[in-house]
């Protein structure tokens, strides 16, 4: 099969050809925070067809993105992972992510926010300047089920799933309030008054979570023909 090109002598057209697929770029995403099988790339994608997927991850392992690795494991099996030249791309995807975040609105009730996604969410809109001298764990609980975890020491962060051993802070949104929060439409005070997120620990460190951890908001959207 010959591949599609937009005939440019240019960066960004050939990045294009190579990651800007439909799914290739969530198939990047979910790599990101390390390798996976094929079914563990299913369940986090299970909109995608299994021909799109296995297509999209040849294409990827093609272009030098992704690459295939047999496990050690008594249970040896293949997981895919990003190549060196794939690892480049994760500032861009975060990036990409936090660009965004800017226009998301409420989730539809077939929207999937997976365990990955939580965890990505984290490093997307955390705040390096916001977070220099602070050393604070944090523990959020999604549903009931999904459990995350954020270590910040002094300006950098650490974050997986599963919950932390000694957390500063555990925060329990009820319903998909988080985005409200990171985003600035409700503030840490407004949240807890109203019952809209639960806390175990210091209630005040809420408000430093949504300093560190935050979506700038996207420009006003202008109408009709601009002019100057």
């Known amino acids: 099969m010959t591949a599609r090109t937009y005939g440019q002598f240019c960066g960004l057209a050939r990045a294009l050809e190579i990651i800007g697929e439909r799914w290739s770029l969530l198939v990047i995403r979910d790599l990101v925070l390390g390798p996976k099988r094929f079914d ?47 690892n480049d791309l994760d500032q861009i995807v975060l990036q990409l992510g936090l660009w965004g975040a800017r226009s998301l609105g409420d989730p539809t009730a077939d929207d999937l926010f997976t365990l990955d996604s939580a965890v990505l969410s984290l490093y997307t809109t955390f705040q390096p300047d916001a977070a220099r001298g602070v050393h604070c764990a944090f523990e959020m609980h999604y549903g009931g089920e999904m459990v995350v975890h954020a270590v910040v020491e002094d300006g950098a962060l650490t974050a997986g799933e599963g919950p932390h051993p000694d957390p500063d802070l555990v925060i329990e949104p009820r319903g998909p309030v988080m985005l409200k929060l ?19 620990g210091d209630p005040e460190k809420l408000e430093l979570f949504t300093r560190m951890f935050h979506i700038p908001s996207a420009p006003a959207k202008s109408e009709g023909l601009v002019t100057h």
């Open 40 to 86: 563990e790339l299913q369940q986090g994608l299970p909109k995608i067809p299994m021909s799109i997927l296995s297509t999209r991850l040849n294409e990827l392992e093609r272009h030098g993105v992704v690459q295939r690795r047999v496990l050690s494991q008594l249970d040896a099996g293949v997981v895919y992972e990003l190549t060196e030249y794939g």
């Open 182 to 200: 990171l985003n600035g439409e409700m503030d840490a005070a407004s949240a807890l008054t109203s019952g809209a997120v639960a806390v175990k």
